[in-house]
Structure formats: C-alpha cells, structure tokens
C-alpha cells in the first residue's frame, strides 16, 4: 500500500547529476516534498534545487563535501530548523574516481574512493540516527553497484568499497528495525550519467539508451520505495538496463 508524500522531508545527496537529481526533482514534481539537497557542485546544486522549487518544494541547498563530518552535522542541524524532522535519508554521493589496473591505483586515490562511496555513507547514517530513533520512524536508503554483485577488470577498489556499503547496510537493517526504522540498498546497474565525467578512465556505456536503465528509472522506484506505507521496508533494489550483460564472474 503506497501513501502521498505530501509534507515529508527528504535529506538526499549527490543531486547535481544522475539518480540524485531524477529522484530530487520526481519528489518535487509529484508532492512537492521538503527537501535538503547536498552536492559539492555549487551550479549543478543549484540547477536541481531550482527545479525542485519551481514544483513547489521548500529547499535547502548545501554545497559541501560528503566526505566531511561537518557537512552531515550542518545537514542534521538544517533540517531540523527548517523542517523539524526527516523521514528519508538518500545518500546517492558517491563516484569510481579512477577505474584501472591495480598497480595502477595509488593509496591516496584508494582512500578517497572509500572516502567517497563507503565513509561518506557510515557518516550519514551515524549523524541522522539519533533523530531517526528519537521519533521511531524513517527510511535509509543507502547506494551500492552492479559491481557489488559482478567483477569487471579496473573496478576493483570501487567495488570494494560498494560491497562495503552493502554490508554496512544489512548490519544497519538489523540495527534500526526494532526501532520501526526501514534501511534498505539501491543496486543500480550501469547508466550514462554525470559518473563517467567524474571517473578517470571511464568512457559513456555504448549500447542502445532505449534499453538502458536510466535515472527516471531509479527515481520512480525510490518514490515507490519511500513511499511504501509503515511497517514496509525495501531491504534492496536492484535495477539493471536490458542493454548491460550482467552475466559473468
């Protein structure tokens, strides 16, 4: 059973391209859902929480880093006084960086691409739950990758770090269940977004785009997921193009 999302407040990152900003802008565009918007991208930010207002949506707009524990104390602290409480948490930020030969991946890319998909997430989460707990309800959702499930050459520390956002995800289901909190994992498959603009050594996915999972597809499953009446929780989604083999190791 679906309920209107009317009056809800979501705290949703990586929104200047992509998933993020598909999922910002159906939120806006449908209920007119509160929304506060993260991206480092100050003009891409910008772009989508316009957007987002232009549907009717209140929205506050951050560019910060997600890898930074002040960005997610100063999102906490903005949504409260805005909005005096949340009900979605969507933490989309994240990136490959670099995909190439391991010996071609030095510590400090290493670290950042944990930094970026895995400790961002952890931060999050940590930060929100307190005010998740204090109210007894809410929903986590946090972002993983077909390279969680499947192995491509280059993409090593990159799927690493998102099956590493999987199982943090699944201890985090166990933990905040009894506390009528849903947490669950989004696994998409490849899509031509603003990811390959942000990786080094990642080119646009030739196949056909009608076949394609694009980001209006990932939007509309994340509305349906949040928008899943209480008691409910979408423990993950996987959403892979019909263009994207998935077979293999």
């Not at 707009?61 to 906490?76: G, I, M, N, P």
């Not at 391991?102 to 290493?110: K, P, R």
């Not at 939007?219 to 949040?226: G, H």
Request: proline content about 3%.
């Amino acid at each position: 059973m679906a309920e209107s999302l009317k009056g809800k407040v979501a705290v949703i990152s990586g929104v200047g391209s992509g998933f993020g900003k598909a999922t910002a802008e159906l939120f806006a565009a449908l209920d007119q859902v509160n929304l506060v918007l993260i991206d480092y991208n100050p003009q891409a930010l910008q772009a989508t929480a316009d957007a987002c207002t232009a549907s009717g949506s209140k929205v506050v707009a951050l560019a910060a880093d997600v890898t930074k524990l002040e960005t997610w104390t100063r999102a906490l602290q903005e949504t409260m006084d805005n909005f005096g409480k949340i009900d979605f948490l969507i933490n989309y930020a994240g990136g490959a960086l670099k995909v190439a030969p391991i010996e071609e991946m030095d510590d400090v890319i290493n670290q950042r691409i944990m930094d970026l998909n895995l400790t961002s997430a952890i931060m999050s989460c940590r930060t929100f739950t307190p005010q998740f707990k204090a109210q007894g309800y809410g929903k986590i959702l946090n972002v993983s990758s077909a390279c969680d499930r499947r192995s491509w050459p280059g993409w090593s520390v990159y799927s690493a770090a998102k099956a590493a956002v999987n199982a943090f995800t699944r201890c985090l289901y166990t933990e905040l269940r009894p506390h009528g909190i849903a947490v669950g994992l989004l696994v998409p498959g490849g899509s031509n977004t603003g990811f390959q603009a942000a990786a080094a050594g990642v080119t646009k996915f030739e196949w056909d785009e009608e076949l394609a999972v694009r980001p209006e597809h990932f939007a509309d499953m994340v509305y349906q997921t949040c928008a899943l009446s209480r008691g409910g929780c979408v423990a993950e989604m996987m959403i892979y193009g019909l263009a994207q083999d998935v077979s293999g190791y």
